[in-house]
């Protein structure tokens, strides 16, 4: 007789802005206010490109919009705004996505390892890690802990599965946005897209659902 623990996944590997958490929107409330602050109005178009990215790219988009050419200091200084600001905002109150929160135990009390893979900064992602629960976590990798091979390049998932001591393409990566998911995809990993506020095209080892209700680890067996 097979073992039925055989097809489990050997890690699962979670999102937070937008999978997790509903903070795409309050990261809205500092990028519109900066993008102000300079002078100019953040299109929704550059809005969503930033969906999924770290903040060095995020800046460089920013900037980009309202028509200026940053110095590095202007860089900096931005993202030095940029991230008080968010702090604040999160410290107000973070949403949860609809079923995340039940998922994420449903998973954890399964036994099967887990990290947290974020494009968030570690200060942030600690703030965030308050509403979340670090315990629910056995790794976290965070957006300023890649060496700048952010996603949508593979690498915060191939360290996340490194530091689990598992492999990339034997774990189930949680998504929301096109960046993210090609990270994950990327890494090896089977994806369970749930998207949020970009639409995520269909593509290779990846399979959608509507909302994280209902998830646990048989639902990820399956995929």
């Known amino acids: 007789m ?53 903040v060095p790219t995020t800046m460089r988009l920013l900037f980009a919009d309202v028509g200026i050419e940053p110095s590095a200091d202007d860089l900096a200084d931005g993202a030095a705004w940029i991230s008080r600001r968010t702090e604040e905002v999160f410290r107000a109150g973070l949403p949860w996505r609809p079923g995340a929160a039940e ?51 593979p690498e915060p998932y191939l360290k996340a599965a490194r530091l689990l001591g598992v492999d990339a393409a034997s774990c189930v990566a949680i998504e929301d946005s096109p960046t993210g998911v090609a990270a994950a995809v990327a890494a090896g990993c089977t994806v369970l897209v749930v998207p949020c506020d970009v639409e995520v095209e269909a593509g290779e080892r990846r399979i959608f659902r509507d909302s994280l209700v209902g998830v646990d680890l048989d639902v990820l067996k399956a995929l």
């Open 103 to 153: 998922a994420l135990r449903a998973v954890r009390a399964s036994g099967v390892p887990m990290a947290l893979v974020t494009s968030t900064e570690r200060a942030l992602t600690e703030v965030a890690l308050d509403t979340i629960g670090r315990d629910l976590f056995d790794v976290t990798v965070c957006g300023d802990e890649v060496d700048g091979l952010n996603k949508p390049l």
């Open 2 to 54: 097979s073992d039925p623990a055989a097809s489990n996944p050997l890690g699962v590997l979670w999102d937070m802005d937008g999978t997790l958490l509903d903070s795409e929107k309050l990261w809205d409330i500092p990028l519109y206010e900066y993008a102000e602050k300079l002078g100019g109005t953040l299109s929704l178009e550059t809005r969503e490109r930033m969906v999924g990215t770290n």
